[in-house]
């Protein structure tokens, strides 16, 4: 799957939840929660001595892919289903402030412009005009995850609407944070008061 978007800001936020915002490491090992995985691509093959990386000079690249691979398998979903049912029953993996990953199909809401992502030209991105808000300070614009009829509210910051513009009617996998809203139906009976933070997205 290829990483197509990536909020550095929030990526490093759920890195820095995990692990700290600095990491001592060594050639062989790193002092951190069992998080070598992170670290290890950083230091030097010669590098002997202990010394520090901050989490905010990694690629934050990086720091998307170490986190899909390594994190827990009961936060990653293979369908809306499974997680919209998790966070209905209010399981404590699904509560608010976590991090997890789901597979569904990505659409734009109020995107008045179909992008055909075959002619997506990244030397000229498409201008697209979609109503913003403001969430925890930032601007960001919603968009529908959606599979086996059930549809799940995600909201990314206004400068992904480019990238996040060729991943329309895709299926994505996407990492991102559960936050707070006010209750809405997601289908099949349920109604649910969490959205994701997109932090990342991988298509097929």
């Known amino acids: 799957m290829d990483l197509v978007y990536v909020n550095r800001l929030l990526i490093i936020g759920i890195a820095t939840q995990m692990i700290g915002s600095e990491v001592q490491v060594t050639k062989s090992t790193s002092i951190g929660t069992g998080f ?12 002997q001595e202990s010394y520090s990386i901050n989490i905010n000079d990694m690629l934050p690249e990086t720091i998307a892919e170490q986190i899909k691979a ?3 398998d009961n936060h990653k979903f293979d369908s809306i289903e499974k997680l919209t049912k998790e966070i209905y029953e209010g399981n404590r993996t ?11 199909v990505i659409q734009i809401n ?35 995850l959606r599979s086996e009829g059930l549809n ?11 990238l996040i513009s ?8 996407l990492l991102g944070v559960l936050s707070w809203v006010p209750y809405y139906k997601v289908g099949k009976g349920r ?13 097929e």
């Open 166 to 173: 060729y991943c329309q009617s895709k299926v994505i996998t």
């Open 94 to 104: 699904c509560s608010r402030g976590e991090t997890i990953q789901v597979t569904g």
């Open 191 to 203: 109604e649910i008061n969490q959205v994701i933070n997109g932090a990342a997205i991988w298509v």
């Open 36 to 47: 070598n995985w992170l670290i290890q691509g950083q230091v030097e093959k010669n590098r």
């Open 70 to 72: 390594k994190l827990p």
């Open 110 to 144: 109020n995107l008045a412009k179909e992008i055909n992502a075959t002619n997506f030209d990244p030397f000229n991105p498409p201008n697209l005009e979609i109503p913003t808000f403001s969430y925890y300070g930032s601007t960001c614009f919603s968009c529908t």
């Open 152 to 162: 799940l509210l995600v909201y990314f910051n206004e400068e992904a609407l480019a």
